[in-house]
Structures are given as C-alpha cells and as structure tokens.
C-alpha cells in the first residue's frame, strides 16, 4: 500500500503581474514542472549564485590579502637587512 504525500500542505497568494503568471506558467509547463517547483528551483538557483559571488569575492580578498603579507614580508626583509648593513 503507497502513501501519497501532499507536497502543498499549505498554500498562500501572491500578487503578480498576469504577464508574469502566465510566463511562470508558461516555463514551468516547458520544464514539465508546477509552478511552485519552479520557485522553489529558481529561489534554490539564486541562492547558489549568490553563495557562488560570495566565494569568488572571498577568493579574491584572500588572495589580496596574500600579495600584502607577501609584500609587508618583503618589506620587513629590505629594512632589517639595511639595519645590519648601516
């Protein structure tokens, strides 16, 4: 014997555009989707982006932040060897 799961345990309305309904609608179909799957895809999809960009920022602040470690090191090097020389 097999359960069905109701998935939309509750539901709620959101006002949009009858354009943007209808295009939802229209790329859901295309996808062989319900439009609430589709949200939840592009919601999911936004996140990752987001969280993507983050990372990439990090990395490059990371890797910024190497070159001035790397530079303060060298630095550091030239004025402690003119201290022994002078």
């Given at each position: 014997m097999s359960a069905i799961v109701n998935t939309m345990a509750s539901t709620t309305t959101i006002a949009i555009a009858p354009a943007t309904r209808d295009a939802l609608r229209g790329l859901a179909a295309e996808r062989g989707d319900t439009m609430d799957s589709l949200i939840v895809r592009l919601?999911?999809?936004?996140?990752?982006?987001?969280?993507?960009?983050?990372?990439?920022?990090?990395?490059?602040?990371?890797?910024?932040?190497?070159?001035?470690?790397?530079?303060?090191?060298?630095?550091?090097?030239?004025?402690?060897?003119?201290?022994?020389?002078g």
């Open positions: 919601l999911r999809d936004e996140r990752a982006r987001r969280m993507g960009a983050a990372l990439a920022n990090r990395r490059a602040q990371m890797a910024a932040d190497e070159v001035a470690i790397e530079r303060a090191l060298i630095a550091g090097s030239a004025t402690a060897v003119a201290h022994e020389i």
